[in-house]
């Protein structure tokens, strides 16, 4: 069975300042990966996705996120933060053919000015 | 562009009372989920469809029915709410043949039960 674990509940940064969010996974075969943000009051937005080759993807709103299969890890990153990145954060990982996808429980974000 | 659309956005419910929350998508997505978000918990999947007719339980089915109707629409019923059914609910679709497990989220719908 497939299954994500996100080891930060919450992580704060200063405005300006890099970021990094973990995210781990368990699956048998090639995955698909994916981040989402939730803004306080809304619903998920996709911020990235992984299918398969450059293991280094774009996002929007100047996130990454770097598919690393011999950790089987599949970190965000932004260079720097803004105070409107504040949220929380879900990695999922999903098969092809499946349909239902693993959520991690989240990371909060709080970015300080 | 509406993609996800859930009604109502905020109810208020005594407890043993009953309700439908309405979802309705726009996108032809073949499946459609229903969630519900606590804190610290995560997301926690209720019942799902993978079309038209066909709904199958998630993670944490009682106290919750479904029914997929029709394709653009996933209703989630509370026949006698409970305090513990206080959270917000998420609907979500997705594609069908070729489907990667990428989900489209509505806004949310927050139920609290008296």
């Known amino acids: 069975a497939q299954s994500v674990t996100q080891p930060d509940i919450h992580i704060t940064v200063s405005e300006g300042a890099s970021l990094e969010l973990r995210c781990n996974y368990s699956?048998?075969?090639?995955?698909?990966l994916f981040w989402y943000v939730q803004s306080p009051g809304q619903g998920l937005q996709l911020l990235l996705k992984y299918f398969s080759g450059d293991t280094l993807v774009q996002g929007i709103k100047g996130f990454e996120a770097e598919f690393k299969r011999s950790q089987s890890s599949f970190n965000l990153r932004k260079p720097s933060v803004h105070w409107s990145d504040a949220a929380e954060y879900f990695c999922a990982v999903g098969a092809i053919g499946g349909y239902i996808p693993t959520f991690g429980r989240g990371t909060s974000l709080i970015v300080h000015p | 562009n509406a993609g996800v659309t859930q009604t109502p956005k905020f109810r208020v419910l005594k407890t043993g009372q009953s309700m439908t929350l309405l979802c309705a998508q726009d996108m032809n997505h073949e499946y459609m989920y229903w969630y519900r978000q606590d804190p610290g918990m995560g997301l926690r999947l209720i019942h799902y469809s993978v079309g038209e007719g066909t709904t199958a339980k998630g993670e944490v089915p009682d106290g919750y029915n479904v029914s997929r109707l029709k394709k653009q629409n996933f209703l989630l019923g509370l026949e006698s709410a409970a305090p513990s059914q206080t959270s917000v609910y998420f609907c979500?679709?997705?594609?069908?043949?070729?489907?990667?497990?990428?989900?489209?989220f509505g806004e949310g719908s927050r139920l609290t039960v008296l």
């Open positions: 699956y048998g075969a090639t995955p698909y």
């Open positions: 979500a679709s997705s594609y069908g043949v070729g489907n990667t497990g990428e989900l489209f």
